[in-house]
């Protein structure tokens, strides 16, 4: 599709629940990147994914945190044990390649929210 | 290493007044620069962008000029409105890194 779409677009959990976000990137794009948005708007980059492969990891919580990206599916981020510190506005966002100049399309975002 | 450091805000202006964000930034390559809104509600929408030394982007009305020599991209309008309301982030990309790196975002009210 022509924009980045995310699912769903508010998640509820109990602590210690499993947790499981969708994102569709933009047809075309190679790239996709997860981040988490928490209080006072900080963002924090999780992980990025070259078609399926991942690219960069060095964001992600290694514990209970994971992420894939298929060939014909959406990517999805998955936490398990979820914690209330989990509880964010989590963002995919996808580019054509990973140039400089290339500017990352992101979602509406996935707010989690761990009770 | 790389960040952004960004106006803290929040900023209220009236309908009409002159906008400036300022952003600053350090990097260990040739970075690019961005700024990204977000309205409330909704993900980051890309607002403009600058790729090299002394490049101007600019969009809506919205300019910011990649100052290398200050390692700055602040963001201006000239005359803002009160669908400008949002939170708008200055990122930068690196050579050599592989995520945007975000200043702390600034929120901006327009009043009629």
């Known amino acids: 599709g022509e924009e980045v779409a995310q699912t769903p677009k508010h998640l509820v959990r109990g602590e210690g629940q499993k947790a499981k976000l969708y994102c569709a990137p933009i047809k075309g794009h190679s790239y996709v990147f997860w981040y988490q948005q928490v209080l006072k708007n900080e963002f924090k980059f999780l992980i990025s994914?070259?078609?399926?492969?991942?690219?960069?990891e060095t964001g992600m919580p290694k514990e209970r945190f994971s992420a894939k990206c298929l060939p014909n599916s959406p990517c999805s981020l998955e936490i398990q044990a979820t914690k209330l510190e989990d509880s964010a506005v989590y963002f995919c966002a996808s580019s054509q390649s990973r140039a400089v100049n290339q500017p990352q399309h992101f979602g509406d975002g996935t707010r989690l929210s761990i009770l | 290493g790389n960040s952004v450091t960004q106006m803290e805000g929040p900023v209220t202006l009236s309908e009409e007044a002159f906008l400036t964000i300022n952003c600053t930034y350090t990097a260990t390559g040739y970075p690019s620069l961005f700024w990204y809104v977000q309205y409330p509600g909704e993900g980051l929408q890309l607002l403009l962008k600058a790729t090299k030394a002394d490049d101007k982007g600019s969009n809506k009305g919205f300019e910011a000029t990649y100052r290398k020599e200050t390692t700055s991209f602040h963001l201006e309008k000239g005359s803002v409105q009160v669908s400008d309301s949002a939170v708008y982030f200055c990122?930068?990309?690196?050579?050599?890194?592989?995520?945007?790196?975000f200043g702390t975002g600034t929120r901006l009210t327009v009043i009629p």
């Open positions: 990122a930068l990309s690196d050579t050599g890194a592989n995520n945007l790196f």
């Open positions: 994914f070259q078609n399926e492969n991942v690219f960069d």
